[in-house]
């Protein structure tokens, strides 16, 4: 806690007041909305994760506003911004909002937390000594239980933990180091990566653990649909001259399918029913968030990103398609930035629930 004593100028839990500012992108002369102060470094959690309230209303990310990254509250609306932890250590990546949209978790250190918004955090779990935790973490689509790796030298096991009041499990061992686990939606199973050589699917039993059927070459950012029943990647060919595509995985049917090729994508989001995505550019010459129709396979641009690393841009809808949210220290430190596309792509229902 000394370091954050030295630092911080500011209470925990207070709140501090908009600091939007819009301007019209040079690119394409939309407006372009910066949310967060680039003074300060704002980072959004983990794109797989839940960063935006189901109505729309308020954003779940992490600032270092205080001395340290923090879990923070930004109100869409009014801009305000207030801070909702005093953890030490706090991986940004790692916050995601609960299902029901009342919590919040993270890991800390070596710790696991789950928080009210607005409450006090209680640790959930906590790592061994002789383990190190690997990227990613996620809570799974029912709310029930946390999903994350834990290593040991070059072996690792997939753990699960409730977030209500029982022991932790290991689902599955590996001898390699398993990464980003994510469950799938409406199914008992779960989806993680070996590196950007394979994603692979096991139950959550631990039963038939097995490698999905992918294209050849590397793996880029992946998720689930929302209906659970494909995993959406990025697929960078082998051959560098070749273009980054978006595929899709069907597990049920041991399949990999293209979707559409893309000017180099380095990271990407799909709206509920995947028919538009959103990608980030990794051109140098032309560093541009893009929107991309599926059953035209032609893209749009929106703005540019200028970001130092394409792949940190992370961009993502919100619940009901209607906004675009995205990363980038264009401006000095890490923001978070906002453009509306209510004219170009429909509206969701975010309250809706997925079918099988």
Same mark, same amino acid.
């Given at each position: 806690? %000394?370091?954050r004593?030295? /630092?911080?100028?500011e209470?925990p839990?207070?709140? /501090?007041?908009?600091?939007?500012?819009?301007?019209?992108?040079?690119?394409?002369d /939309?407006?372009?909305?910066?949310?967060? &102060?680039?003074?300060f470094?704002?980072?959004?959690?983990?794109?797989?994760n839940?960063s935006?309230?189901?109505?729309?209303?308020w954003?779940l990310?992490?600032s270092?506003?205080s001395?340290s990254q923090?879990?923070?509250?930004?109100d869409?609306?009014?801009?305000e911004?207030r801070?909702l932890?005093?953890?030490?250590s706090?991986?940004?990546?790692?916050?995601t909002?609960t299902?029901?949209? #009342?919590?919040?978790?993270?890991?800390?250190g #070596? +710790?696991?937390y789950?928080?009210?918004? *607005?409450?006090?955090?209680r640790?959930l779990y906590?790592?061994p000594?002789?383990?190190?935790?690997?990227? *990613?973490?996620?809570?799974g689509?029912? *709310?029930?239980?946390?999903?994350?790796?834990e290593?040991?030298d070059? +072996?690792?096991? %997939?753990r699960?933990?409730?977030?209500?009041?029982?022991?932790?499990?290991?689902?599955?061992?590996s001898?390699?180091?398993?990464?980003?686990?994510i469950?799938r939606?409406l199914r008992a199973?779960?989806?993680?990566?070996?590196?950007?050589?394979?994603?692979? %699917?096991?139950?959550?039993? *631990?039963?038939?653990?097995?490698?999905l059927k992918?294209?050849p070459?590397r793996?880029?950012?992946?998720?689930w649909?929302p209906?659970?029943?494909t995993?959406?990647?990025?697929?960078f060919?082998?051959?560098p001259?070749q273009?980054?595509?978006?595929?899709?995985?069907?597990?049920?049917?041991a399949? &990999?399918?293209?979707v559409?090729?893309t000017?180099?994508?380095?990271h990407?989001?799909f709206?509920?029913d995947? +028919?538009?995505?959103?990608?980030?550019?990794r051109?140098?010459?032309?560093?541009?968030?893009?929107?991309?129709?599926?059953?035209t396979?032609?893209? /749009?641009?929106?703005?540019e990103?200028k970001?130092?690393?394409?792949?940190?841009v992370?961009?993502r809808?919100?619940?009901?398609?209607?906004?675009?949210?995205?990363?980038?220290d264009?401006?000095?430190k890490?923001?978070?930035?906002?453009?509306?596309?209510?004219? %170009?792509?429909e509206?969701?229902?975010?309250?809706?629930?997925p079918r099988p």
């Amino acid at each position: 806690m %000394l370091a954050r004593n030295l /630092f911080s100028q500011e209470k925990p839990g207070a709140a /501090f007041p908009s600091a939007i500012k819009r301007y019209a992108d040079p690119a394409t002369d /939309f407006d372009v909305y910066r949310l967060t &102060d680039p003074a300060f470094s704002s980072i959004l959690p983990a794109a797989y994760n839940r960063s935006i309230a189901r109505n729309n209303g308020w954003m779940l990310f992490c600032s270092d506003r205080s001395g340290s990254q923090q879990a923070s509250r930004l109100d869409l609306k009014t801009g305000e911004t207030r801070e909702l932890t005093t953890a030490d250590s706090l991986d940004a990546s790692s916050l995601t909002l609960t299902p029901d949209n #009342r919590s919040f978790c993270f890991f800390a250190g #070596r +710790s696991l937390y789950i928080s009210l918004i *607005g409450g006090r955090a209680r640790e959930l779990y906590k790592i061994p000594d002789g383990w190190e935790r690997t990227a *990613g973490f996620s809570v799974g689509p029912d *709310g029930t239980h946390a999903t994350f790796v834990e290593a040991q030298d070059d +072996s690792s096991r %997939l753990r699960m933990v409730p977030l209500a009041p029982g022991p932790a499990r290991t689902v599955v061992e590996s001898p390699f180091q398993m990464t980003h686990p994510i469950a799938r939606p409406l199914r008992a199973q779960i989806l993680f990566r070996q590196a950007d050589e394979a994603l692979w %699917l096991v139950n959550a039993d *631990g039963t038939q653990k097995h490698a999905l059927k992918l294209a050849p070459g590397r793996i880029g950012p992946a998720d689930w649909a929302p209906d659970g029943k494909t995993v959406l990647y990025l697929h960078f060919p082998d051959d560098p001259k070749q273009l980054t595509a978006i595929r899709e995985a069907t597990p049920d049917t041991a399949t &990999d399918a293209l979707v559409a090729k893309t000017s180099q994508f380095a990271h990407f989001g799909f709206n509920r029913d995947t +028919s538009v995505f959103v990608g980030a550019s990794r051109g140098a010459a032309s560093p541009t968030i893009l929107l991309l129709l599926r059953i035209t396979q032609r893209e /749009f641009t929106l703005c540019e990103h200028k970001a130092s690393q394409p792949a940190t841009v992370a961009p993502r809808f919100s619940p009901d398609a209607q906004r675009l949210y995205f990363q980038s220290d264009r401006d000095g430190k890490p923001a978070i930035y906002c453009t509306h596309v209510e004219h %170009l792509v429909e509206k969701i229902d975010a309250q809706a629930e997925p079918r099988p």
